[in-house]
């Protein structure tokens, strides 16, 4: 039961911010987006949990450089930029797609440690030579700030809405 109860929180933390399902640039994350994910990298959606279930989850994917320069540039979009992401290749940028946490976990580290560990494993099969977010607000940045600062890689940041 309690699991339930967190799922269906972090749910509806991640329609409040990023309001996906009316904005269809976005990634939706559906069955067939997690097949996707998962077929660009094992370690694309990350998870944290405690006995009620997700405390955290962080969604990030390798992906080329060339389409990590056409999403800053607005020249593709978030979806495209997944859909044209190619599988079974060297990638040498990773993408911060969305980081959430429940409020009374927020301050702790836990998005930093996911996203790290994550990038580390992605870093182990692909020459990453840089991470990526698109703005949706301060915390993001700043996580992905101090994600680069232990990594040792530049941060390419698409505006957003804050």
Same mark, same amino acid.
């Given at each position: 039961m309690g699991e339930q109860r967190n799922y269906g929180?972090?749910?509806k933390l991640a329609e409040e911010f990023f309001n996906?399902?009316?904005d269809p640039s976005q990634i939706n994350v559906d069955e067939e987006t997690v097949r996707q994910l998962n077929a660009i990298?094992?370690?694309?959606?990350?998870?944290?949990?405690d006995e009620e279930g997700p405390i955290a989850w962080v969604l +990030? /994917?390798?992906?080329?450089?060339?389409l990590m320069k056409q999403f800053i540039d607005h020249q593709i979009n978030e979806t495209e930029l997944l859909?044209?992401?190619?599988?079974n290749v060297k990638y040498d940028a990773v993408y911060l797609c969305s980081a959430l946490v429940l409020p009374e976990f927020r301050e702790k580290g836990i998005a930093k440690h996911l996203a790290i560990d994550a990038i580390r494993a992605i870093q182990h099969d692909h020459p990453i030579k840089a +991470? /990526?977010?698109?703005?949706?607000?301060s915390e993001g940045t700043k996580l992905?700030?101090?994600?680069v600062e232990e990594l040792g890689l530049?941060?390419?940041?698409?505006?957003g809405r804050y």
């Open positions: 929180r972090m749910m996906m399902k009316n990298h094992s370690r694309s959606l990350n998870e944290k949990q +990030l /994917f390798p992906t080329t450089e060339k859909q044209l992401t190619p599988v +991470l /990526f977010v698109w703005a949706f607000s992905a700030t101090s994600i530049p941060l390419y940041v698409k505006p």
